[in-house]
């Protein structure tokens, strides 16, 4: 018997077969936990809050890097390295976020432990002074007991004045309560004014956030199912951002994001909502707006922008840079959701990029 014969019922194609088996489940599951990562970097970019102080735009844009360097063909062992060096600033993000959250939260523990001892104080203010009224009470009383009618007048004269300077001190010590509680009233309206605007608006260019603009999107649909009243939506998207992150760092990335809005405002009515939908992207809505001067207006704000040159450092320098933008335009049409406007707006843009980018394109349908 040899020592290294084959095994009778294994026969070179049956082996074969096993090993294509083998290979193609190990590479159906690298390919669900591609996917499972891709979607779990999707989960992280939703969990950053839009809040500039804790750089979360920044964070979204490595969550990014690393889900395009995920898809490329490279070699296992750099990919670890590379995410060996940009797991620190996860972990780093996901701190700030943490203490962000905990001193608003400490915030607002203070401002109901405030308003705990206000209430506290005029529960204690209201005890001492029904005490003094019955203690008076008690003296008015014991003045019948006296013989002398001119001393009962006399004393009672005297106690009903000290009452009322009782009931007056009190007065003037609820006035001066709610005037207090008056300004801190006034005082909490405005910070939640401002954490309401906070919340609706995006903290690098100052424009809406997306969440602000589904919620415009939403009532602009209500009123147009009632008024039957037109808008339009531009869709905006900076042509190869990443290569000017890339070339001149994410400062001044983050300098033409603010430059392009500055200048949209500039373009657009008063009355036009725009909004910051992620990363280089942008979106107008236009209310009243018909389809064709909507491609007008786009193709104008198209052009205006690719004739700036914006500075990258001190005008005295002489360094300028150009950038383009790719615009799709869309129209509201009966039966739309908010999602079916955005999705048209995006293949509207996407139809831009193909043609060459800085151009506009739109879709009706």
Known sequence: MKLFDREPDKTPETETRQLNETMAAVQD????????????????????????????????????????????????????????QKKEGIVSFIHRQHAYIMDREKELRDIIDLLTRALAGLNVE?????????????????????????????????????LREIVTLKQDQERRQIRLLAGKVDS???????????????????????????????????????????????????????????????????????????????????????????????????DGMHFRNA??????????????RYATSEPQTGDYLSLTISIGV???????SVDDIIARADKALYDAKRKGKNCVVGRKS
């Open 29 to 84: 599951r690298c390919d669900v936990l591609l996917r499972s990562i891709a979607e779990i970097l999707q989960f992280l970019k939703t969990f950053a809050l839009d809040i500039q102080d804790i750089q979360s735009d920044r964070f979204k844009e490595e969550i990014q890097q690393i889900d395009e360097r995920l898809r490329e063909p490279d070699h296992p062992k750099r990919f670890e390295l590379y995410f060996e």
């Open 126 to 162: 209201n005890r001492e002074f029904y005490q003094r009224i019955h203690h008076q009470g008690e003296k008015i009383i014991r003045i019948g007991g006296l013989d002398d009618i001119k001393k009962i007048k006399n004393a009672l004269k005297a106690e009903v004045e000290q």
């Open 188 to 286: 909490l309206e405005g910070e939640l004014e401002k954490a309401k605007s906070k919340a609706m608006t995006d903290g690098l260019t100052c424009v809406y956030n997306r969440h602000a603009l589904g919620d415009y999107l939403a009532e602009k649909i209500e009123s147009s199912r009632s008024e039957n009243k037109d808008f339009c939506v531009l869709m905006i998207d900076i042509d190869d951002f990443k290569l000017i992150n890339d070339q001149f760092g994410h400062v001044i990335g983050d300098r033409v994001l603010v430059a392009l809005t500055q200048k949209c405002r500039t373009c657009i009515r008063g009355d036009d909502f725009l909004a910051r939908y992620g990363g280089e992207e942008f979106m107008i809505v236009m």
């Open 295 to 308: 491609l007008k207006k786009a193709q104008q704000l198209c052009s205006t922008i690719a004739s700036v």
């Open 330 to 336: 869309t129209q509201y049409k009966k039966g739309d």
